[in-house]
């Protein structure tokens, strides 16, 4: 396993691991919420969700076949441009900056975090720390780590992916703030004249 693969293997790890493993356990414990039932109750019914799942399913192909299925990342169709060693270390650096501060994002948020539109449950508009920055800088690092994601491999499948994963978010943000102007009205109107949509 060279340097490159490990690289992926850590970005699958902390993706799958702490992005969305520990986070969902921390708000489980905390608030009995199943985050992946709200998923597949709410966004996953949704287009947005569809083209997520969509675009996770191709990360998990380019992943699976750079680190383990090594001749059959050839049919990925690699841009050996972009094949060099420094890129793809930014790559890394990239993705994993992005999982930190996205992670942090996700802590500011506390019981309101989901993975989609929860309208079952209790919630506040948070408007404060990095959300007074962006209205979506979970999403926008994310958007950052999924670019790592793709130096680390670059191929046309990893690039495929990452212009799935880029429409289906904006299509989940457009849910999410109907869903947020419906709950909350005036004051999240108000937050979205004041606070960008991206940075």
């Known amino acids: 396993m060279n340097i490159f693969q490990i690289y992926m293997l850590v970005f699958l790890a902390t993706y799958f691991g702490i992005t969305l493993?520990?986070?969902?356990?921390?708000?489980?414990?905390?608030?009995?919420?199943?985050?992946?039932?709200?998923?597949?109750r709410e966004t996953g019914k949704r287009k947005s969700?569809?083209?997520?799942?969509?675009?996770?399913?191709?990360?998990?192909?380019?992943?699976?076949?750079?680190?383990?299925?090594?001749?059959?990342?050839?049919?990925?169709?690699?841009?050996?441009?972009?094949?060099?060693?420094?890129?793809?270390?930014?790559?890394?650096?990239?993705?994993?900056?992005?999982?930190?501060?996205?992670?942090?994002?996700?802590?500011q948020m506390k019981n309101s975090w989901r993975?989609?539109?929860d309208k079952s449950a209790?919630?506040?508009?948070?408007?404060?720390?990095m959300f007074s920055l962006s209205r979506?800088?979970?999403h926008l690092c994310l958007a950052i780590s999924f670019l790592g994601?793709?130096?680390?491999?670059?191929?046309?499948?990893?690039?495929?992916?990452c212009c799935l994963m880029a429409y289906g978010v904006n299509e989940k943000i457009k849910d999410e703030e109907i869903f947020?102007?419906?709950r909350f009205g005036t004051e999240f109107i108000q937050y979205r004249l004041n606070v960008r949509k991206w940075i």
């Open 149 to 161: 994601f793709f130096l680390i491999a670059p191929n046309m499948v990893s690039l495929l992916f």
């Open 49 to 107: 969700g569809r083209i997520i799942i969509a675009a996770m399913f191709l990360l998990l192909v380019v992943a699976i076949n750079f680190i383990w299925i090594e001749p059959n990342y050839t049919y990925l169709w690699p841009i050996s441009l972009l094949e060099i060693g420094s890129v793809q270390t930014i790559g890394f650096v990239l993705s994993m900056l992005g999982q930190i501060v996205g992670f942090v994002a996700q802590l």
């Open 122 to 129: 209790a919630s506040e508009l948070v408007t404060t720390g």
């Open 21 to 40: 493993g520990l986070r969902s356990i921390l708000l489980y414990r905390k608030t009995k919420v199943n985050t992946s039932k709200v998923f597949i």
């Open 180 to 182: 947020l102007e419906e």
């Open 136 to 138: 979506n800088p979970i």
């Open 115 to 117: 993975l989609g539109v």
